[in-house]
């Protein structure tokens, strides 16, 4: 079937914009997961959403990011004002509420702030 | 809270050598154990998970993983690499089946003939 994807694969913008980035879990997931990939910093939580419950949000690095889930299907995670150290690949992810456990990556956008 | 160490950066394997990446973690309790492969331009992708009971777990494309409690330990085996199997590999833990995880910081491998 389907597996986790996200738009757009690549996205280049002038500090000070905002952006926003699109994720599509697995049909039926009922947890999301942002993550972000950066060289400095490697891998690194940023939200999560299970169910209807309220967000963990302990991830986000500023009151810049902000994430949503509509539907309990697509998440769009923005990013308003960026700065050049919010360059990274960000990373979507879901899963089941089931013994299996296992989150299904998405291929990840690259974000670049110029 | 948890933390993982991965105190190899980048390793370098003859094809059809045996390989062993390393995995040390921090948690008070028992933890939900990853390892994710992510080949270049690729995503993320699990190779092996643990939970409970046999410490030994296998995983796909032939890898292996052991669990050692009393050395906080969860090291990722190979006995044959193939040149394939060059990618960066993320080993990783959770409190819990559905929490965030927390990832090490990779370690590169290299595979030459």
């Known amino acids: 079937g389907a597996g986790v994807s996200q738009s757009p694969s690549n996205k280049v913008t002038e500090k000070g914009k905002d952006v926003e980035l699109r994720c599509d879990p697995i049909?039926?997931?009922?947890?999301l997961y942002w993550y972000r990939q950066s060289l400095g910093q490697g891998l690194e939580f940023l939200i999560y959403?299970?169910?209807?419950?309220?967000?963990?949000k302990s991830g986000l690095p500023s009151d810049r990011f902000s994430a949503e889930r509509t539907g309990g299907s697509v998440s769009t995670l923005t990013i308003q004002r960026t700065q050049q150290e919010d360059s990274a690949v960000y990373l979507c992810?879901?899963?089941?509420?089931?013994?299996?456990?296992?989150?299904?990556f998405g291929p990840g956008t690259r974000l670049t702030v110029t | 809270a948890q933390s993982v160490t991965q105190p190899d950066i980048h390793i370098t394997v003859s094809e059809g050598a045996s390989l062993e990446l390393r995995c040390n973690y921090s948690?008070?309790?028992?933890?939900?154990l990853f390892w994710y492969v992510q080949s270049p331009g690729q995503g993320l992708q699990l190779l092996l998970k643990?939970?409970?009971?046999?410490?030994l777990v296998q995983g796909i494309k032939g890898f292996e993983a052991e669990f050692k409690r009393s050395q906080s330990s969860f090291n990722l085996r190979k006995p044959s690499v193939h040149w394939s199997d060059a990618a960066e590999y993320f080993c990783?833990?959770?409190?819990?089946?559905?929490?965030?995880?927390?990832f090490g910081k990779g370690t590169r491998l290299s595979v030459i003939a």
């Open positions: 990783a833990v959770a409190a819990s089946g559905n929490t965030p995880l927390v």
């Open positions: 643990y939970f409970s009971g046999d410490t």
């Open positions: 959403f299970q169910g209807n419950s309220a967000p963990d």
């Open positions: 049909s039926g997931h009922t947890a």
């Open positions: 992810a879901s899963t089941q509420t089931s013994a299996a456990y296992e989150q299904y």
């Open positions: 948690y008070g309790a028992t933890p939900y």
